[in-house]
């Protein structure tokens, strides 16, 4: 058996970008570690979600104990820094952010996790971050330097596939499930995205999650503070969820063009 050690910049992310693996490798008896670089703390907050006195900060931390237990996550760690919001806002500024850490500095303190618990396999992010948030680009850089100084870690660079994103987009305007999902994929189209991802030439590594789609939905309802019940993610059918988010995409650093992988390197 192997270990798996995932890392991401803010609650939540880990049910989006991985849960799927997560609760795969758990199931087939692997360790998994999950490292969060930021607690959240100027995410956008859920009407009514806070109890009085409570810190969006600790909400989210207890959210991500509330995932762990539903994906089968051994171990969860924050590296400590501060979430730095979107790009170009003013908590990008903020010397604590996560956006103004030294790579080396922050890679010295994941390698330590990566070394304590023998890793097997890193999940970072693309060098878009998935999506252009700033913390997500730091991930990005952070993980591939934490890999370097542990050569015998296997990176993978979690990802979506562009094409696959948009082909999905255009479709749901010829044929829209609901109206909400038809503006969404209309507007997105129009702005000439999806800038999600990379595209499909670049993925080395899909993985099967489909059996595993109803634990990843279940915890990110976990994360009530950023996914109340009257969300999108909530209010997708149980079937069109599994098939929108049955396969988790990734590069595997390193690997020869061509690769393709179904399975992450876990022994």
């Not at 999905?168 to 829209?176: I, S």
Request: with cysteine; hydrophobic share 40%; glycine share 8%.
């Amino acid at each position: 058996m192997g270990t798996l050690l995932c890392f991401h910049a803010h609650p939540d992310d880990e049910a989006i970008a991985t849960g799927g693996v997560m609760a795969r490798a758990a199931a087939a008896g692997h360790r998994v570690v999950l490292v969060v670089a930021t607690r959240g703390e100027v995410g956008e907050v859920a009407p009514g979600v806070l109890e009085p006195g409570e810190s969006l900060a600790d909400r989210r931390v207890a959210e991500v104990a509330a995932a762990c237990e539903i994906l089968g996550v051994a171990r969860y760690e924050f590296l400590g820094y501060r979430d730095s919001g979107m790009m170009g806002t003013p908590d990008n500024d903020d010397p604590r952010s996560f956006w103004r850490a030294d790579v080396d500095d922050a890679a010295l303190k994941l390698a330590a996790i990566l070394r304590e618990e023998r890793a097997d396999a890193l999940t970072t992010y693309d060098d878009w971050g998935v999506y252009g948030h700033p913390d997500h680009i730091q991930v990005h850089r952070v993980g591939l330097r934490a890999g370097e100084l542990v050569p015998t870690t296997q990176v993978y660079e979690a990802t979506m596939d562009r094409d696959a994103v948009r082909a999905r987009m255009e479709e749901t305007l010829r044929d829209p499930p609901n109206p909400q999902m038809a503006e969404q994929a209309e507007q997105m189209l129009a702005e000439g995205g999806p800038h999600l991802g990379v595209s499909a030439d670049r993925i080395t590594t899909r993985i099967d999650v489909s059996a595993w789609t109803g634990q990843k939905r279940t915890a990110l309802a976990a994360h009530r503070s950023q996914v109340p019940a009257d969300s999108w993610w909530m209010s997708v059918p149980a079937e069109e969820f599994a098939q929108m988010f049955g396969t988790e995409y990734f590069i595997h650093r390193g690997a020869p063009a061509g690769t393709e992988e179904t399975d992450l390197a876990l022994g």
